[in-house]
């Protein structure tokens, strides 16, 4: 039998962090990848760096795989002083400090099991730094999975931190063996930044969802909808107010709630795990929708799966300066397979995707009338069990299996330029 080729994978989103779509990403690859040929070891961070750490997916971590947790704070949390911290303890993000863990962590793993390549993934940028410094270290093979861009015109906001993101951006793309984008539209981008970069370093693979999770999730009984019971609307995860900016929605409501076109006993709006309920509470409070509009809790995420399976409705919220995002939320939206309403950019990747797979409720995140008129179509669509689902095809394309097995082949090939000498 050969011997598996192993993938020394640094993540700081991953099992017992919740709330966050990057915890799956990894989590997956790292439960699949083993079926092509290659051994993750996966250098995540301690768990007092999370805020919101939880167990419901410890169990998910694969046997065989190793898992170092190094030593990282969390600077907003561990050094502060009455809420208060210098600015250079958060450059490139609060996290930094895991540096100081990380890499001789990772060299330690290196000595003792020898991978062939490094991977790391943002969103938090220390991740790079590190996978930077450990492929400077050991001369292994980089493969930077950036999934967005890490810049834009006007992120980051301060320019310090921008100058650094810009900064490890750069050195990304310079030293690399491959960066991975989830869309076409950062893929594009990042070819059109980096003209001077062979087109083949830049790839794509996307987010997804997952088969087995989604079994789990059928497995637990969902409650009966009780006849006449109200339409449940359901947005599942963080709302970020200058991304997924409910105010819009909120202002549609109000009106349509005022016109007579929607009331408590016929329709409800359920926002799950916003991560930012005191702002989103006064929003709903001021436009008198607090019986309209409910702001419920984080669930364990395959109670969240289940959830969404149940529901009337699917909401996705994306502002038009994430055109080149795609919500991981929305494969899982895919496969649950209830009507998708979409608030978000015509010209956009996630509208894209959507309009890829058949379903075409979408308006403009920032249009108030725009939205009222969707939201009307869409609720009349699906009263009448019009609305468009994702065919079993268009669902399968978009698994975990089928992501990680186009990283494995990723990895086959930067493994074997590596080996042959070629950068």
């Known amino acids: 039998m050969v011997a598996p080729r192993r993938v020394l994978m640094i993540a700081y989103h991953f099992p017992p962090m919740r709330g966050s779509s990057g915890v799956q990403r990894t989590l997956k690859f790292s439960q699949y990848l083993p079926q092509s040929g290659w051994q993750p070891l996966v250098l995540s961070a301690h768990r007092r760096a999370y805020d919101n750490p939880g167990d419901d997916q410890m169990a998910d971590i694969p046997a065989g795989v190793p898992v170092r947790r190094a030593f990282a704070l969390d600077s907003g949390r561990h050094l502060a002083v009455r809420g208060r911290y210098a600015g250079f303890l958060a450059l490139p993000d609060r996290w930094v400090s895991w540096c100081l863990g990380a890499i001789p962590a990772g060299l330690a793993l290196a000595r003792r099991h020898r991978p062939q390549v490094i991977w790391s993934t943002y969103p938090i940028a220390t991740a790079h730094l590190i ?38 951006e750069r050195r990304a793309v310079q030293h690399c063996a491959r960066l991975v984008c989830t869309t076409p539209g950062a893929l594009a981008d990042y070819a059109r930044r980096f003209p001077h970069i062979p087109r083949e370093r830049f790839c794509l693979i996307e987010n997804a969802y997952d088969e087995e999770n989604f079994s789990a999730a059928e497995a637990l009984a969902a409650p009966a909808r009780a006849a006449g019971a109200p339409f449940v609307l359901i947005h599942s995860g963080v709302i970020y107010p200058s991304e997924r900016d409910p105010l819009p929605l909120l202002e549609a409501l109000a009106e349509l709630r005022r016109r007579k076109l929607l009331a408590p006993a016929s329709f409800q709006l359920l926002l799950r795990a916003t991560g930012h309920d005191d702002y989103l509470r006064a929003l709903i409070d001021e436009r008198g929708l607090a019986d309209l509009v409910t702001l419920a809790p984080h669930l364990p995420y395959r109670a969240a799966l289940a959830e969404m399976l149940a529901a009337d409705g699917l909401l996705i919220l994306q502002a038009a300066n994430c055109n080149r995002q795609v919500p991981a939320k929305l494969y899982e939206y895919l496969r649950a397979r209830r009507p998708i309403l979409a608030l978000t950019d015509a010209a956009g990747d996630s509208a894209a995707t959507l309009r890829k797979a058949g379903i075409d409720s979408i308006a403009a995140l920032d249009n108030k009338e725009d939205i009222m008129q969707a939201l009307l179509r869409f609720l009349a669509l699906a009263a009448r069990g019009a609305a468009p689902l994702a065919s079993a095809a268009t669902i399968r394309a978009h698994s975990r299996q089928a992501r990680a097995l186009e990283l494995a082949a990723l990895l086959d090939e930067v493994a074997l330029q590596a080996q042959r000498g070629r950068p």
């Not at 930077?132 to 980051?156: C, Q, S």
């Open 131 to 168: 996978g930077l410094a450990l492929h400077k270290l050991t001369g292994l093979p980089w493969v930077a999975d950036m999934r967005d861009p890490m810049t834009d015109l006007d992120y980051p906001s301060d320019r310090l931190t921008r100058r650094l993101y810009l900064w490890i």
